[in-house]
């Protein structure tokens, strides 16, 4: 699986992905609703993707299988999504594409990536406590500000939670 950084002619296939992705919400108690849910824009895609800021997984056959898109805020890459074909999941290609975002930290001196997610399904917050990221119980403005607005889209507050992964900082060999 080849992890790279998206072009602007992949924008047009992040969309899919996205949708197929979110199919899981569909056997999630009150957010199936998700699954046919809106996606993000193609302009938005490519937007970021025109910031170096959105990573793709493409398979040895061309095909794109997920993509993570980011933002930096600061001295924090924000991780805005992350998804993998309903084909292509439960390969470890989310977890090739959040260590792109994070090896893009290192190289940008930034402290942290963060996120917001579901609290209570398995591959929301559990899956991303497993690769070290933590639960933030005083996200911060920038943070709350996602939550609220997330809210205000219909996501239930009392379900996400924000989350924050350090970046450890690298040093040359002496």
């Known amino acids: 699986m080849l992890i790279r950084p998206a072009r602007l002619r992949d924008a047009a296939d992040l969309p899919a992905i996205e949708k197929s992705a979110a199919q899981l919400y569909g056997s999630a108690a009150d957010l199936a609703w998700l699954a046919d849910g809106p996606l993000i824009a193609q302009a938005e895609h490519e937007s970021r993707i025109l ?8 398979a040895d056959n061309g095909i794109l ?14 991780l805005w999504e992350l998804s993998v074909h309903a084909d292509w999941q439960r390969r470890g290609i989310a977890t090739l594409l959040i260590d792109s975002a994070y090896r893009h930290a290192i190289t940008q001196g930034l402290s942290a ?8 399904l398995a591959w929301c917050a559990p ?3 497993k690769r070290g990221f933590e639960q933030l ?12 607005a997330e809210a205000l889209h219909g996501l239930p507050p009392e379900r996400r939670i ?6 450890a900082r690298v040093t040359a060999p002496r």
Do not use: C, K, N
């Open 65 to 78: 299988t997920g993509f993570i898109s980011t933002e930096i805020f600061g001295t924090e890459l924000h």
């Open 51 to 58: 910031q170096q800021s959105v990573w793709v997984a493409e």
């Open 137 to 148: 119980p005083q996200p911060g403005p920038r943070l709350q500000d996602t939550l609220d």
């Open 113 to 120: 990536l963060t996120l917001t997610t579901f609290s209570d």
């Open 162 to 167: 924000a989350m924050r992964l350090p970046v």
């Open 127 to 129: 899956a991303y406590a």
